[in-house]
């Protein structure tokens, strides 16, 4: 809240009260009621709030391009005790997949603005002509980035066992970012060290129609924090959207996201899992082109530079459903300085997206103007627009 008991009442303050308690996501209506006391103008303020439904059971089976048939089971709770406690659990199983998952965080941390917590994770998958296995842990801190309204900040520590095997002969062994020539092979330790700042001012998580959103992530990994000592490089990844109210109840939006990750040396290595693969609906997105299949000419593996910016329009249909029309364009580079804005895969389509009690459920369909040959490409998400 940022409007206090005693505080002199300003719409803006109320407003943003409002929106930060529905951003919380653990409630489906806030509703003001407003009450006057006393002679002077004094007003008492009361919200009343409903509680949606914030445990999940899910089980069931999915299809993707990259991992073709698989089972889930998945349990979570976003608001565990009435406590903003979140903590997942998730097996996923099927032939080319086996992954274990549990996480829980605590957003007051011993009644503080702290927030604390952890996970631990076992995942094998098969991944474009080899098989990755990582298992490990982590452990995250978050506190509000200091007077700055709308901020926060994460620092976060993973520790891995990585292991790539089963290669398809179809991989070019001249790759230079094939795992198989680098000079220690795998198994390895990664030691992962992560800072993130993250500046929210949606007014909406959901469906937006002004506000914005910016995130940084830099992240160190081997080097001075031990592991494998062929293991040694940094990262940093920019994001910013923007939510404007453009006519009727239409919302224009725009995106960018940048990203490189460079060796800390020549005799340092970089773990494959940490290039840049884009396409696809995922965090790398650009629709119309399959999953992931946007790398560097002469390496399946990604690269080490990225730019991605999207732009587009979101409207309501009916409630919990909304739609977008979109464009977006990006590449990947093999290196940091090779990165060129001018030389971008181009996709151009339409979505939809359903709020359930799982999450948001979306579909796109976009043209891929610049892959061979030129076509349209269907995408399911769970998560929000782009």
Do not use: C
Not at 264 to 282: V, Y
Not at 325 to 339: C, S
Request: net charge neutral; no cysteine.
């Amino acid at each position: 809240m940022t409007l206090h008991p005693g505080d002199v009442f300003k719409r803006s303050k109320f407003f943003d009260s409002q929106q930060r308690i529905y951003n919380l996501q653990i409630f489906e209506d806030v509703t003001p009621k407003f009450e006057s006391v006393g002679d002077e103008g004094d007003i008492d303020i009361t919200i009343n709030v409903k509680e949606k439904q914030s445990g999940i059971l899910n089980m069931g089976f999915g299809y993707s391009n990259v991992q073709k048939l698989t089972g889930f089971l998945q349990v979570s709770e976003k608001n565990f005790l009435g406590r903003s406690l979140e903590w997942n659990a998730s097996v996923e199983f099927g032939k080319l997949t086996k992954n274990f998952y549990i996480s829980i965080f605590d957003p007051w941390f011993l009644d503080t603005q702290t927030g604390l917590g952890f996970s631990l994770f076992d995942t094998e998958r098969d991944w474009f002509g080899y098989r990755v296995h990582n298992q490990g842990t982590s452990i995250r801190v978050g506190r509000p980035f200091f007077n700055l309204d709308y901020s926060k900040y994460y620092l976060e520590y993973r520790l891995e066992k990585v292991n790539y095997s089963d290669f398809s002969r179809e991989l070019d062994p001249k790759d230079p970012f094939d795992p198989r020539n680098q000079a220690k092979k795998y198994p390895k330790i990664t030691s992962n060290f992560s800072l993130t700042f993250l500046r929210d001012s949606r007014d909406n998580y959901l469906f937006p129609s002004s506000g914005s959103e910016t995130k940084i992530i830099t992240s160190l990994v081997g080097g001075p924090l031990g592991g494998s000592e062929d293991i040694g490089y940094y990262s940093i990844i920019a994001d910013a959207k923007w939510y404007i109210k453009f006519i009727y109840k239409l919302t224009f939006y725009t995106n960018l996201r940048i990203g490189f990750v460079n060796n800390l040396g020549k005799d340092k290595t970089i773990d494959p899992r940490d290039l840049f693969r884009l396409g696809g609906s995922f965090t790398n997105s650009i629709r119309g082109y399959p999953d992931f299949s946007i790398t560097p000419e002469g390496s399946v593996f990604g690269g080490r530079s990225m730019f991605i910016t999207s732009f587009g329009f979101l409207f309501p249909i009916i409630e919990q459903i909304g739609g977008n029309i979109f464009f977006d364009a990006g590449n990947t580079w093999a290196n940091p300085y090779e990165l060129n804005v001018f030389n971008l895969k181009r996709g151009l389509g339409f979505g939809i997206m359903l709020q359930t009690p799982m999450g948001p459920l979306g579909f796109d369909y976009a043209y891929g103007f610049d892959k061979q040959p030129p076509g349209w490409e269907p995408h399911f998400r769970f998560g929000g627009y782009f």
